[in-house]
């Protein structure tokens, strides 16, 4: 069974960075496309960031606009979020989350495994 564990969420000001990591337990790590989620307070989950099995295709939330990069490390079956020029409405829960199949996405609904999260805290 597919495990995601996240890590790297803190607490920043605003402008400032933060690498998000989540390590996959899967022996076909690449079979999965993956994805990066947000969750704040009364809002709905969204998409922050998607990436394909082999890495060689991302998408974006449109809110991301060139801040945030995400990128896998299919040796270390783990999946990486960097966070720039982080903003105080960038506060969420971060959830990493594994797909079936290499093709990239970007909708939950078509994410089938979740990590626990990781709380990313902003200040002005």
């Known amino acids: 069974q597919v495990q995601l564990v996240e890590s790297g969420g803190e607490s920043v000001q605003a402008g400032g960075s933060l690498r998000l990591s989540c390590v996959v337990s899967s022996v076909a790590f690449t079979a999965y496309a993956m994805g990066w989620f947000r969750q704040a307070p009364g809002k709905e989950r969204e998409i922050v960031a998607a990436?394909?099995?082999?890495?060689?295709?991302?998408d974006y939330g449109d809110f991301v606009k060139g801040r945030f990069t995400i990128s896998r490390d299919n040796a270390k079956n783990t999946v990486y979020l960097q966070l720039n020029n982080l903003k105080p409405e960038d506060a969420a829960v971060y959830y990493c989350?594994?797909?079936?199949?290499?093709?990239?996405?970007?909708?939950?609904?078509?994410?089938?495994?979740w990590g626990q999260g990781t709380q990313v805290t902003v200040s002005s």
């Open positions: 989350a594994a797909k079936r199949g290499p093709l990239i996405a970007t909708m939950a609904s078509q994410y089938i495994v």
């Open positions: 990436i394909s099995g082999t890495g060689d295709k991302t």
